[in-house]
């Protein structure tokens, strides 16, 4: 459990409210995107966290690289798009292969979703 989730716990109590899109950064010093989401039993007392991380270290690397990819020196060092909207198709240009990384994000929207649908689902009971 992160400083950031303990403080918001103990400031908000059982009135924490889920902590969506915040920046961690890991001992190495890569950036996480991350949210946490309180569970509470039915008397509404927060009993779990989930917290959910995605390391943007990959999107990042890939953002740099089609920037300096579709980016080209005008006059006077200035930058401008290669195409009008700035839109270039970089189909086997990327560092790496973004399909097992989209299917692993996918997969745990859909677990967090499941969790939270089948918890809150159980709660109206």
Known sequence: I????????RRDGDRVKDLL???TTTKDGRVLKSSTFFFRNHRGHVVAALCVNLDT????????????????????????????????????ALPF???????????????????????RSSRKR
């Not at 973004?98 to 499941?114: D, N």
């Open 57 to 92: 270290t990959d999107f990042m690397n890939t953002i740099r690289f089609v920037e300096s990819f579709v980016r080209i020196n005008g006059r006077e060092g200035t930058s401008e798009p290669i195409s009008p909207g700035g839109i270039v198709r970089v189909s086997k």
């Open 2 to 9: 992160t400083d950031l989730v303990v403080k918001a716990l």
């Open 97 to 119: 292969r973004p399909e097992p990384l989209l299917r692993a994000f996918s997969l745990c929207i859909a677990i967090v979703a499941f969790l939270l649908l089948g918890f």
């Open 21 to 23: 899109n915040y920046r």
